[in-house]
């Protein structure tokens, strides 16, 4: 069965269609009016190994909040209807990974209950270009809140912005990579003593 979700999200401040394939292999083409985070969100395709097309438009004369924010909603609504009822999936994923001077962990548990969680201190008040980076964590928290999903992300240590963020975007991938793995020893079975995932 497909994995897969085609979505169009459209307000009157940003206008947004996004495509994704849980079971891809890395193939991308963003086209946002924020290239910072495009630049993010080929690094998140690529180390999660997920095809991911998005298109989106937005007030970015204003600032581009709304247009970061939206697309993680969408995102997240993606990921959600891309998983289903979750049945057979590992759940669970996580990644510690290094970036220069920077060391993150990512952990991700998509159990249908939305839950955010950002320990990363360095940030606020920067920017890289145009890119107001405390628009990280809005981006983060949009897709934890749509995937319901509990969403954990940790800065061990590390001072340059860039590197913080690009190294989070690529240990979120490889957290959502290993929970959205299809484990065969389930069988198909939902992996919750519950019986379920939804909430």
Known sequence: MARTACLERKTKETQIGLE????????HAMDTPVPFLSHMLDAFTRHGVFDLSVRAAGDIEID????VEDIGLVLGDAFLQALGDRAGIVRYGWATLPMDDVLVTVA????GRPAFAWNVGNLDGKWIGDFDCELAKEFFAAFATRA???LHVLLHYGGNAHHTI???FKAFARAC?????VD???GGAVPSTKGTLST
Do not use: K, W
């Open 177 to 181: 990579d290993a929970a959205t793995r």
């Open 20 to 27: 994704l394939d849980l079971d891809g292999s890395g193939r």
């Open 166 to 168: 690009e190294c989070i």
């Open 148 to 150: 319901q999903c509990n």
């Open 184 to 186: 065969p020893r389930l």
């Open 108 to 111: 991700v548990d998509f159990c």
């Open 64 to 67: 581009a909040h709304h247009t």
